[in-house]
Nanobody, 125 residues
Framework: QVQLVESGGGLVQPGGSLRLSCAVS????????IGWLRQAPGKEREGVSC????????YYADSVKGRFTISRDNAKNTVYLQMNSLKPEDTAVFYC??????????????????WGQGTLVTVSS
């Protein structure tokens, strides 16, 4: 019964910034984290970042490391993805999902995981 709702997407120029939000409600197992994934036009969905529910450790894909920052606000039941120095190749629909998150191994999505509906990020001049 976990529900996730993404927001914050939009049109931004290269080099600009956006902050995505993922509002989480319902039950989330302690061993799950929250991850961000994206799907660009004509490409497969890829994992971007995640944050562990157990210890707060984080993972970033090499393509976004140093530019994106994931964080959580437990009081608001919200996970954020701060995206800086955006590039045209970042253009994608961004999804948040319950995941197994490891700073070492990345994020693991399973069939039982919950997903949001996605928010579109367009980076274009």
């Amino acid at each position: 019964q976990v529900q996730l709702v993404e927001s914050g997407g939009g049109l931004v120029q290269p080099g600009g910034s956006l902050r995505l939000s993922c509002a989480v409600s319902g039950f989330t197992p302690d061993y799950y984290g929250i991850g961000w994934l994206r799907q660009a036009p004509g490409k497969e969905r890829e994992g971007v970042s995640c944050i562990s529910s157990s210890d707060g450790s984080t993972y970033y894909a090499d393509s976004v490391k140093g530019r994106f920052t994931i964080s959580r606000d437990n009081a608001k039941n919200t996970v954020y993805l701060q995206m800086n120095s955006l590039k045209p190749e970042d253009t994608a629909v961004f999804y948040c999902a319950t995941v197994t998150c490891s700073s070492t191994y990345g994020l693991l999505v399973q069939a039982s995981d919950a997903w949001g509906q996605g928010t579109l990020v367009t980076v274009s001049s």
